[in-house]
């Protein structure tokens, strides 16, 4: 695997459920980060990790709850959503080198449905 | 209130010809910029970046123009093609900011 992995790709869950998006970087990164794409809006950021320590955490619900294990895995865990939570989440990581050029790469995404 | 927009919601061109991406900022802080593309079903890609102390990189196909005073930018592709049909985000950053400011994207089709 290369890149930056994703699973599940598509997740359809009921209001009451729990479930949990997992990413997986294989770039060597120390940084990960949790996007929330809604449909004809601007990638929102969710989350931002740096060698595993949460640094940035844009006011979201808590029912998405992150956990980063170790720096190559990064996971959103959910809990009661609510239908307004549909939409595409992604994954990034980048070096974190704190220098402009960080670049970040991103996974393919989960596409979320909520019923 | 926005502070990255691309205005244009999609844009179409001819196979061949150029095409103009726009972004306007209204953060006068941000000073590093990337274009990401993004098929469906695909995350978004990095395409290209520029810094404010510069006011053009290019790479290949690809050029990016920056206008500071305007808070303006732009990605021109040419000559375009039929493989460059995608949605084009324009991404922002401050500083050594760890955040990305993205615009809510172009979609670019290429008709052969």
């Known amino acids: 695997e290369t890149g930056v992995t994703q699973t599940p790709r598509h997740l359809v869950m009921g209001m009451t459920n729990k479930k949990s998006l997992k990413c997986e970087q294989h770039?060597?990164?120390?940084?990960m980060y949790w996007y929330k794409q809604s449909a004809k809006k601007p990638l929102e950021l969710m989350f931002v990790?740096?060698?595993?320590?949460?640094?940035e955490n844009n006011s979201v619900p808590s029912r998405f709850s992150p956990e980063c294990p170790n720096s190559s895995h990064l996971f959103l865990h959910l809990h009661t959503l609510q239908p307004e939570d549909s939409a595409l989440y992604l994954c990034?990581?980048?070096?974190?080198?704190?220098?402009?050029?960080?670049?970040?790469?991103f996974g393919p995404g989960t596409r979320l449905t909520v019923l | 209130d926005q502070q990255v927009k691309q205005n244009s919601p999609s844009l179409s061109v001819q196979e061949g010809r150029i095409s103009i991406l726009n972004c306007d900022y209204t953060?006068?802080?941000?000073?590093?910029f990337l274009w990401y593309k993004k098929y469906p079903a695909e995350g978004p890609t990095f395409l290209i970046s520029?810094?404010?102390?510069?006011d053009k990189n290019e790479d290949g196909r690809f050029t990016v123009f920056l206008n500071k005073s305007a808070k303006h930018l732009s990605l021109h592709i040419v000559p375009s093609q039929p493989g460059d049909s995608a949605v084009y985000f324009c991404?922002?950053?401050?500083?050594?900011?760890?955040?990305?400011?993205f615009g809510s994207g172009t979609q670019l089709t290429v008709l052969p």
């Open positions: 990034a990581s980048s070096q974190a080198s704190g220098t402009p050029g960080d670049t970040q790469y």
């Open positions: 770039l060597g990164h120390n940084a």
């Open positions: 990790y740096s060698l595993e320590e949460r640094v």
């Open positions: 953060n006068s802080m941000f000073d590093y």
């Open positions: 520029i810094s404010s102390i510069k």
């Open positions: 991404a922002a950053r401050s500083g050594s900011a760890r955040q990305l400011t």
